[in-house]
């Protein structure tokens, strides 16, 4: 179940439940003498559960001598901290991530999430559907939990040999942190960069452009001298290539967004997304699931909104935005 990475370092696979992501990568950094850190969690599920403790115990790892960093705030990465964190455990996340994590914030930002939904062209009944199915709110970490500690860019984690710097990164979420060890070259890149799948970028309902903040932070991580790029799901690889990769995918996505709001004005983001190529299989848009088709209208949103930073589309102001293409005079 543990695997070993690095001296001290360690991998703990926790299987992810009717998931595409399939696997969440939780690492354990051991300090003998001193206090551990655990970075990400998975979801607050029976399977979940079963995968982390037992790797913790493989690890003969004392949670109140332990630390937990989470690199953001989605279910699959903080689902089980405020449960595992016993008195002593110290549990962080990027300060901008805090308030949507518990309470009423949390609440409201749930429903600011159904509210957008409508506007982006979804049924009233889909959206009833996918507030049932939502993963982000059946397995979140427990909402009643609020000693979460704040991270800062630049904040330091020491842990026995190795110091963690905190790397903010936002655009997957508007607070996403990635961890890095600058003398072993190694970077725990939460879903910054993924490697066998393409981390999902939808507009933040707090963020004017999340994947231009997106674009932004890729660019900005290029620069790192990175040789160990530790994911948050499935497997490593090459980090600059990989970034690359990521920023023509965009680039692409792009091109292909304003190509169909070109030939379709007036469509929705629920309409455009429908015309978007994707790699799941399904016969057709209709046959998509409901979380699917959420994640790809979210995906499709963030595009467009980067369309309509450039100057290229016009949004809406209508209950259903629509969209068209910005008309060049002379
Ligand atoms: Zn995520």
């Not at 710097?165 to 725990?188: N, Y």
């Amino acid at each position: 179940m543990a695997e070993a990475i690095l001296r001290n370092i360690y991998r703990i696979k926790v299987r992810l439940p009717n998931s595409p992501l399939k696997l969440l990568n939780s690492y354990y950094i051991r300090n003998p003498g001193g206090r551990g850190l655990l970075i990400d969690t998975g979801f607050n599920h029976p399977d979940c559960r079963a995968c982390l403790l037992a790797g913790l115990e493989e690890l003969d790892v004392n949670m109140a001598e332990t630390d937990v960093l989470l690199t953001h705030l989605h279910s699959d990465h903080t689902g089980l901290a405020p449960e595992i964190a016993v008195p002593g455990t110290r549990v962080y996340i990027g300060r901008g991530e805090i308030p949507w994590l518990y309470g009423q914030t949390r609440i409201d930002l749930w429903a600011a999430d159904a509210a957008g939904l409508l506007r982006q062209g979804f049924s009233a009944e889909a959206v009833a559907e996918s507030v049932q199915d939502a993963a982000s709110r059946s397995m979140s970490p427990d909402i009643g939990f609020s000693a979460y500690l704040p991270i800062d860019a630049g904040d330091s984690f020491v842990c026995g040999d190795y110091t963690l710097e905190a790397v903010e990164t936002p655009g997957h979420t508007p607070a996403h942190m990635c961890f890095r060890i600058e003398s072993e070259k190694l970077m725990f890149t939460g879903d910054h960069v993924l490697f066998d799948i393409t981390p999902n970028i939808t507009n933040w309902v707090n963020a004017d452009d999340s994947l231009g903040d997106y674009l932004d932070s890729l660019r900005k991580t290029a620069r790192y001298d990175v040789k160990i790029a530790l994911p948050g799901h499935r497997e490593p690889g090459d980090y600059r290539a990989r970034i690359k990769a990521l920023l023509a995918h965009h680039e692409q996505r792009l091109a292909e967004c304003f190509s169909i709001v070109k030939e379709n004005p007036g469509f929705s983001a629920y309409d455009i997304a429908g015309k978007m190529t994707w790699s799941i299989r399904c016969n057709s848009w209709e046959d998509f699931p409901i979380n699917q088709k959420w994640f790809a209208v979210g995906e499709c949103q963030s595009h467009l909104r980067r369309l309509e930073k450039q100057g290229r589309i016009i949004a809406s102001d209508d209950r259903v935005i629509r969209y068209r293409v910005k008309e060049r005079r002379g």
